[in-house]
């Protein structure tokens, strides 16, 4: 089968108690308009319609509530482990929706079942989100917190934002998002949520707030010409007052560019 054009997929945000799911697409459904997409939850089998017409958040939410899935993230892959984008105009195939805890406790079926995720090579580039993309999120409100050194306090306002509900990276600790802030469409931001969902709200505070003093440490190291200059970005922190619980996300701007990482954290 052919590969799909973007190589990163995640549904869901905010991960509590995930459970795997083996999704599959009908064959019998590729003639005509109506499609159907078999999903294999457990023991149950659920079976979700759609057309052509039907985009990805609204597949999504069938998926969600036949399935009786709240706040759980899962993976899509086809039978060769590359990632699947969900859309109404996706052909008819085999596809496998997994999440770690699941994984973990049906090891033996996954070994057997389960495709494994190819890792992207040092240096990837990922594929960033169109304004399509982005038209086809949700305007959520949101409060922007910034650290202001001079004042040494906290200052915030509201924002609306679009967030793009795939991470196209993930580390040991954060997950990474595109994000657009409203009243700024030029430019491109990344916000990271914790893997950890039950992590300390005020960490994200602390990392933005350390960061605003490294950035001018860092400026002031460059004061003095040295051989290789050192720079920060400005960090912020925004909460998502439109969603249960409010989550919080750490956001940065997006930085264009191949990385390389040097140390172990």
Known sequence: ???PAHKSFRLGMDSNSPQDIVASSSNAATKSKKKVLIVHSGDA??????????????LERSIRRECNIK?????????????????GKMEPCEIWITTQDDVKANASLAKKKMPTK????????PVLPTNEDFENCPEENAIF???????????????????????????????????????????????????EPEEDSEIYFQDAETQVYALQ??????????PKKVQFLEAFVIVLS?????????????IHGSYRKHNNS
């Open 242 to 254: 439109d969603r249960p619980n409010s989550p919080l996300w750490a956001v940065e701007k997006f």
């Open 217 to 226: 440490y860092a400026e002031l190291f460059n004061s003095y010409e040295p």
């Open 71 to 87: 706040d759980e993230s899962f993976c899509m892959f086809d039978q060769d482990g590359d990632n699947v984008v969900l859309d």
């Open 45 to 58: 089998i659920k079976r979700i319609a759609y057309t052509e017409n039907t985009n990805s958040i609204a």
């Open 145 to 195: 917190h910034v650290f202001e050194l001079k004042a040494l306090k906290w200052k915030q306002s509201p924002i609306k934002v679009r967030l793009i509900p795939t991470h196209f990276a993930s580390g040991k600790f954060r997950r990474a998002h595109f994000l657009k802030i409203s009243h700024d469409q030029e430019t491109l931001y990344v916000a990271k949520t914790s893997i």
């Open 118 to 125: 190819k890792a992207p090579k040092e240096g990837d580039q």
């Open 1 to 3: 089968s052919a590969s």
